[in-house]
């Protein structure tokens, strides 16, 4: 078996993630559990290009984003500084983040968590969490929730998944295969990008899945009191039919 985990380097291209990624759908969510002491300090792991660091900066929080992609992290901090905010990009890997800080809280969006491949990898990423975090402090996260009727739709047909101009004027068409590992949880989905009507390029997403019982005892494994689990950015309850597994979550000393 294949253990060699990858995400194509156009899946994460800047300015081909932003001409993708312009919804906000999540951030009211994420503001809304922001604590309300002026003087806060936030950490988002898994930054990217600041889709939601800088919408948080710009409510007056002191905001530090951490990513290991540096094409993304120059991005965010173009963006920030044309919007005229001070936000503190670091570039590293969240599994082994050591900034001599602590946060009041602390989040990772946008089913990062799905690029943390083996147990050993989410389970030292937690650790970073907990090492950052105030007592006391809040850790929000949230990803998918698994859909196996989704994965066996997905490997029968190549779908359209986007279509879309860049702000660097490319046209770009992304069609989607799929392929689920039984073994790993990994489901290797394959991008193939079209950009200005040719065939560019096949980029590799592969997602690690995290099945809603795990998930719950691994968190609760490493030391985190889940105060909520949402099924949707709404905060409707996590059940059956949920999307997405949204956790709000507190370290247990
Ligand atoms: C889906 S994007 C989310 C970006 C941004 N938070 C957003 O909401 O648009 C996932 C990001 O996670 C970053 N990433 C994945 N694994 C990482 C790791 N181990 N350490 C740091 N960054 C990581 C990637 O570089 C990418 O920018």
Redesign the pocket.
Known sequence: MNTDYK?GDLI?DADI?DGM?TFLS?LSFYKKWMPKNEDAKIL??????????LPIAKEGYNICG????SS?LEQAKARASEAGLEIDFIE????TLNLQEKFDLIFI????IH??YKND?LFA?LRSVRNHLKEGGLFLLDCFNPNIQYIVEGEKVQSVVAEYTTNDGREVLIKQTMCYENATQINRIEWHYYINGEFHSTQNLDMRLFFPQELDSYLEWAGFNIIHKFGSFKEEVFNDKSEKQIFVLVFNK
């Open positions: 995400v994460y993630y990624n999540d988002e792991l898994c930054c990217g290009t600041g889709r939601l660091t951490v990513d290991y992609t993304m590293a890997d969240i599994r969006p946008y089913n990062s690029h943390l990898d990423a």
